[in-house]
């Protein structure tokens, strides 16, 4: 798409959006089911373009982690879009009255969504939704490196809506700078805390607010309390479904010092049990790109030379697949590259500890991270884990499963994002809460403003003399309150 294209698409909705005034809630609904046709028609073909865009993705995991949640959602979107949309009384000061005061939540105009390859599906649409039931127009950047998804996206999306209300345009890096540099009325960004950067300088040109879902390092705690194999369950099921590619994966666990081995060798009999083959199996997700692969086996090879030690799924394959197998490191280095950078992929580093508290020190000492995952069956010490420091969100006892709550918020915090989406926050998060004050037949604030003025108002109503006798000077003015210009 040329620079030209992508402004001509960006005008027509941003024309639209301010020649035509809010949608009501019946064509939110509308639009909102028109998307849950297209999704639902189209499922088992967009399941095929993301897995040959992965090179393997499992079409069980497109299903279960992309198409159910963003079916959910819409369903949840549109069962509580009545609420959201009315208007929120607020009260008056005693001074204002009669009168009143209220919150009309109004469409920003046109929101902007750039998403990443791990999720393809779910992390365009998901924003789109929020974005459409707050009744804004919505132009979708799918990933470069999903091209077969966000052709089939493009088209599919082209003939169901008018490209005044939703568009998506596929291109190319320069068209996601190009895209950043439109002047959205939001913009949404999912994707590297990295370019998270880039996106947030070039939409600061137009002042465009951004919502920035990012990534970053998601720690797993294991309290001493809580059944090392129901915590390695868990952490198994996050790390090693779409192979680790999930921004929310438990990216590395803390349990206690003496129990490192077991709790490895647990983890990789779970993953033996979910994925007992690799190469062959249609259920085990590839890595995206060669990039990416390399990046986790030069990660691994530095720990190993580092002295740590490996544990390996027995069906890794002779290193030419696109796959890399799940992977256990126990002790890595913490200057190392697997525990400086956000791993992306099969591979979970396993640290020991002596306290708890030591525990949660390490994980408060390091960026704010997306998710914390906290195992314990102890009140106390869930709440000792929740005090520790702050993280996007929190799964306690499990892992990924806050993501999938349609009334909780889903965003990060400092490095692991700016602003949350889902549900109430979601339509909030794309909606202006516009203020309306209505004076009513009697405007009491002008009647006593006038008094004063004149020097007639009560003393009570004249304020602090500055100077001069208390209530104003000697003609009852006081100079703190300039004369009022307005006659009742
Ligand atoms: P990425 O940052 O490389 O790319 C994301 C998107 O940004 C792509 O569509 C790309 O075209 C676009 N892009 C690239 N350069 C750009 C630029 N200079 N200006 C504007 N847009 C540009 O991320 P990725 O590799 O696709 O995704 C992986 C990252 O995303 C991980 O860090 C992961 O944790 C994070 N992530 C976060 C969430 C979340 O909800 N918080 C969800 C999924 C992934």
Redesign the pocket.
């Known amino acids: 798409m040329t620079q030209a294209q992508l402004s001509d698409r960006f005008r027509l909705q941003h024309a639209a959006s301010r020649a035509e005034g809010a949608a009501s809630a019946q064509e939110r609904r509308g639009r909102l089911e028109t998307l849950k046709a297209l999704v639902l028609e189209r499922r088992e073909a967009f399941a095929r373009a993301i897995d040959a865009d992965f090179g393997a993705r499992s079409a069980m995991e497109t299903g279960l982690l992309e198409v159910t949640p963003l079916i959910r959602s819409l369903d949840h979107a549109r069962a509580h879009l009545g609420r959201w949309m009315r208007d929120e009384r607020r009260s008056v000061d005693l001074m204002f009255q009669p009168s009143r005061a209220w919150i009309r939540h109004e469409p920003l105009g046109v929101v902007g969504v750039?998403?990443?390859?791990?999720?393809p599906l779910l992390?365009a649409l998901?924003p789109t939704i929020d974005a459409l039931a707050a009744g804004n127009r919505v132009m979708i950047?799918?990933?470069?490196?999903t091209p077969a998804f966000g052709a089939l996206l493009e088209a599919a999306v082209a003939e169901r809506f008018d490209p005044a209300v939703l568009t998506v345009v596929n291109?190319?890096?320069d068209?996601?700078?190009a895209?950043?540099r439109l002047a959205f009325d939001h913009l949404v960004?999912?994707?590297?805390?990295?370019?998270?950067r880039?996106?947030m300088r070039?939409a600061s040109e137009n002042l465009t607010p951004v919502t920035?879902?990012?990534?970053?390092k998601s720690p797993a705690v294991v309290a001493p309390d809580y059944p090392l194999d129901k915590a390695a369950r868990s952490i198994a099921f996050g790390k090693f479904l779409n192979a680790g590619?999930?921004?929310?994966a438990p990216d590395y666990a803390l349990v206690p010092a003496g129990q490192v081995r077991a709790f490895a060798e647990a983890v990789l009999d779970q993953a033996r049990r979910a994925y007992p083959t690799l190469q062959d199996n249609p259920d085990y997700s590839g890595v995206?790109s060669d990039r990416?692969r390399v990046r986790l086996r030069e990660a691994v090879a530095a720990a190993r030379a580092a002295g740590a030690e490996v544990l390996e799924h027995p069906d890794a394959g002779d290193g030419n697949t696109g796959k890399i197998a799940p992977t256990l490191v126990l002790n890595p280095p913490t200057d190392g590259l697997l525990m400086q950078e956000?791993i992306?992929g099969p591979v979970l580093p396993v640290i020991g500890y002596d306290s708890l508290d030591e525990a949660l020190a390490f994980v408060a000492a390091r960026p704010r991270p997306?998710a914390l995952y906290g195992f314990t069956n102890q009140t106390r010490t869930r709440d000792r884990i929740l005090g520790s420091g702050l993280s996007?969100g929190v799964t306690l006892n499990g892992t990924m499963l806050h993501?999938a709550q349609n009334d909780l918020p889903?965003?990060?915090v400092g490095p692991?994002?700016l602003g949350a989406y889902h549900g109430p926050e979601g339509f909030k998060r794309f909606s202006h809460a516009r203020a309306v004050y209505d004076v009513g037949p009697v405007n009491a604030f002008e009647r006593l403003g006038a008094a004063v003025g004149r020097g007639g108002g009560p003393a009570s109503a004249r304020g602090p003399a500055v100077s001069g006798p208390i209530g104003g000077d000697e003609k009852g003015r006081n100079p703190a309150v300039p004369p009022f210009p307005f006659g009742p």
């Open positions: 750039i998403a990443p390859w791990n999720y992390l998901g950047k799918p990933s470069e490196l291109g190319g890096v068209t996601a700078q895209f950043s960004f999912t994707g590297s805390t990295r370019v998270g880039e996106v070039a920035l879902e990012l990534g970053g590619q999930t921004c929310i995206i990416h956000e992306f997306l996007g993501i889903f965003g990060g692991s994002g």
